[in-house]
């Protein structure tokens, strides 16, 4: 952190050593702990704690009030949501230390977590996938996938986008906003070439 060519407003901690990318802007009264790696031109909202270990990739984008935990990795051009909420261990309990089992959650680039969601620890966020606001994941996301829902269920794909997919013919998707298409291969949603 030698050459400070980020923004850290004056109410917020950054504890060292830690990495901040070039370009990031962490807003008021955060707390990015230490050994977090964080990219380049990122924003970190108000009142976002980043702890221990945690990386984030760059163009990572964080709302107010959100409680990114060890564990989590969020690559880049991720956007997490008002309030969404991220675990580290299944089964807490106060009186029990359980630092040694926390689970790792990785949200895959561009992915899109809507505000209050929440997040159970050791399941992946897809490439691109968006969560909707409110939603309980609480297995693995595909890749494009939006999911809603107590727990999170896929009600259809999104486009690189951020817009719906329209349901072709023969496993074909295709974006109404920039024609972009996709196809549907077990299970899988991909790029059409």
């Known amino acids: ?13 950054v504890d060292e050593p830690c990495e901040i990318g070039k370009g990031t802007k962490i807003w008021h009264f955060s707390h990015i702990m230490k050994n977090s790696k964080i990219g380049e031109n990122c924003n970190i909202g108000q009142n976002v704690v980043i702890s221990p270990n945690v990386i984030l990739g760059n163009n990572v984008k964080i709302q107010n009030n959100v409680s990114v935990y060890t564990g989590v990795i969020c690559e880049d051009d991720v956007f997490l ?11 807490p309990r106060a009186f029990i230390e359980r630092k040694d089992e926390y689970k790792k959650t990785i949200v895959k680039k561009g992915a899109s977590i809507g505000a209050n969601a929440t997040i159970v620890c050791g ?71």
Do not use: W
């Not at 060519?5 to 901690?13: L, M, P, Q």
């Not at 486009?159 to 077990?186: H, P, V």
């Open 1 to 13: 952190m030698a050459d400070k060519d980020y923004f850290v407003h004056e109410s917020s901690y």
């Open 81 to 91: 949501g008002p309030s969404c909420v991220f675990t580290n261990v299944i089964n």
């Open 123 to 193: 399941y992946n966020i897809g490439e691109y996938a968006f969560v909707g606001a409110g939603a309980v994941v609480t297995k693995d996301v595909p890749d494009y996938a939006l999911v809603i829902g107590t727990p999170a269920r896929v009600v259809g794909y999104v486009c690189k986008c951020g817009n719906k997919l329209l349901e072709q013919e023969n496993n074909l998707y295709k974006c109404s906003t920039c024609n972009k298409e996709y196809i549907l291969t077990d299970g899988n949603l991909k790029p059409r070439e």
